[in-house]
């Protein structure tokens, strides 16, 4: 699996969008970008996954460039609620039984 | 439906001691995994199964065993606890090779001493 490089930690006023990036310039051709949180001391929780198109669901959305080496995680209306610690995650979508966690981005959703 | 659950939620042990950590699924999936997270860190993956009776290592496998009897259960124990092995331990299961999202438990929150 292609490993991931985030920020160690960010800020976002409520309200606003927070744009959380990833590097992931050692990707392949047939793996995914995953995105993951996790809230105070909670399991993670899945986000939202792409291939090459921009993805959009009810919590996120994923802009995953044409190169696909980096892609950006988007709360389009951060709540004090997403102050988490978000993880990208880069593997096979089929037989990729294994997902390894890195540190992450820190969010701090601020009032 | 319960989802992944995790039993114990809390551990103090001494070094030395044995213990042995439940992860328990009602949604039948296929492949379950045990994590564990120090402090400040991200999830490590200690083992894995991709079905019932198997099992696999993962990232950080020593001083830690598992097993697959049921396909709903899969345990971790922990044979003699050392302090390095104090973190919180995530299980967490997927349907199958196909399937994008993981299911996590709540976490078990170990301390050896």
């Known amino acids: 699996d292609a490993k991931t490089t985030q920020p160690p930690s960010m800020d976002c006023a409520e309200g606003r969008a927070a744009n959380l990036p990833c590097n992931h310039s050692?990707?392949?051709?047939?793996?995914?970008v995953y995105w993951y949180r996790q809230i105070h001391s909670q399991g993670p929780q899945y986000i939202i996954h792409?291939?090459?198109n921009n993805e959009t669901n009810e919590m996120a959305s994923l802009i995953i460039t044409e190169d696909r080496k980096s892609s950006t995680l988007i709360l389009p209306h951060a709540t004090l609620r997403d102050t988490a610690v978000y993880y990208c995650?880069?593997?096979?979508?089929?037989?990729?039984?294994?997902?390894?966690f890195g540190a992450g981005t820190r969010l701090f959703v601020k009032a | 439906n319960a989802g992944v659950t995790q039993t114990p939620k809390f551990r103090v042990l001494k070094t030395g001691q044995s213990m042995t950590l439940l992860c328990a699924q009602d949604?039948?999936?296929?492949?379950m995994y045990w994590y564990r997270q120090d402090p400040g860190m991200g999830l490590r993956l200690i083992h894995y199964?991709?079905?019932?009776?198997?099992?696999a290592k993962g990232e950080v496998p020593d001083g830690y065993n598992v097993s697959r009897l049921k396909k709903q259960n899969f345990l971790l124990g922990l044979e003699s606890a050392a302090p390095s092995q104090t973190s919180v331990y995530f299980c967490?299961?997927?349907?199958?090779?196909?399937?994008?999202?993981?299911?996590f438990g709540p976490g078990t929150r170990l301390t050896v001493t």
């Open positions: 967490a299961s997927r349907p199958d090779p196909i399937s994008y999202e993981q299911y």
């Open positions: 050692t990707i392949s051709g047939n793996e995914y």
């Open positions: 792409g291939l090459k």
């Open positions: 995650i880069v593997r096979v979508a089929t037989g990729g039984f294994k997902t390894i």
């Open positions: 949604m039948n999936h296929e492949y």
């Open positions: 199964s991709v079905g019932e009776g198997t099992t």
